[in-house]
């Protein structure tokens, strides 16, 4: 299963666009592009997820490189409960049971 | 509302103690999981269901057990537990290809 490398921790500052890179070189065709977050200690919230094209929600923008080695979370404006854990994760077709989830990038949003 | 609900949201005990974590959906999931997560660390998954009675072993399934005997429920069974299963537990579910439900999390401390 491919795995990912996020940054540990980044700053940004309230109501500007949060990006959030992540590295998934070794992806495969079939494996989605995962992202979750973790606000404290509570459970993880689905974000949005894509495999080749862009995708778009209320919540956030998925960014896939052409390649699909790397992608990029985009918080268009970021509120301060925006402060989390965030977690890219890649899905091996429709397998929840093989994600493996790394450590995350810890992104805080300052006033 | 749809929900994953674990109960309790917080236990301490002693080691060799028996106990139980409830976890609970009321969406017709299929897929269930536990995964523990320590600090600095991602998600450990370490047992998953894909329906009733069909249970498997994730990542770091020793010192728990687990059983489905029912769509909804998948409780998680410490049957002696030792102090290196301190952690925060959650449960999760889904249907078919869809992203993962978590629980609000079991913080769990074994003395």
């Known amino acids: 299963d491919a795995k990912t490398t996020q940054p540990p921790s980044m700053d940004c500052a309230e109501g500007r666009a949060a990006n959030l890179p992540c590295n998934h070189s070794?992806?495969?065709?079939?494996?989605?592009v995962y992202w979750y977050r973790q606000i404290h200690s509570q459970g993880p919230q689905y974000i949005i997820h894509?495999?080749?094209?862009?995708e778009t929600n209320e919540m956030a923008s998925l960014i896939i490189t052409e390649d699909r080695k790397s992608s990029t979370l985009i918080l268009p404006h970021a509120t301060l409960r925006d402060t989390a854990v965030y977690y890219c994760?890649?899905?091996?077709?429709?397998?929840?049971?093989?994600?493996?989830w790394g450590a995350g990038t810890k992104l805080i949003i300052k006033p | 509302e749809a929900q994953v609900t674990q109960n309790p949201r917080y236990l301490i005990t002693v080691t060799g103690k028996k106990l139980t974590v409830t976890c609970s959906q009321n969406?017709?999931?299929?897929?269930m999981s536990w995964y523990r997560q320590d600090p600095g660390l991602g998600l450990r998954q370490i047992y998953y269901?894909?329906?009733?009675?069909?249970?498997d072993k994730g990542d770091v399934p020793e010192g728990y057990k687990v059983s489905r005997k029912e769509k909804r429920n998948f409780p998680l069974i410490l049957e002696s537990p030792s102090p290196n299963q301190t952690s925060l537990y959650f449960c999760?579910?889904?249907?078919?290809?869809?992203?993962?439900?978590f629980g609000n999390g079991t913080r769990l401390t074994v003395t």
């Open positions: 999760a579910s889904s249907l078919g290809k869809s992203p993962l439900h």
């Open positions: 969406m017709n999931h299929e897929y």
């Open positions: 269901s894909m329906n009733v009675e069909v249970t």
């Open positions: 070794t992806i495969s065709g079939n494996e989605y």
């Open positions: 894509g495999l080749k094209n862009n």
């Open positions: 994760i890649v899905r091996v077709g429709d397998s929840n049971y093989q994600l493996i």
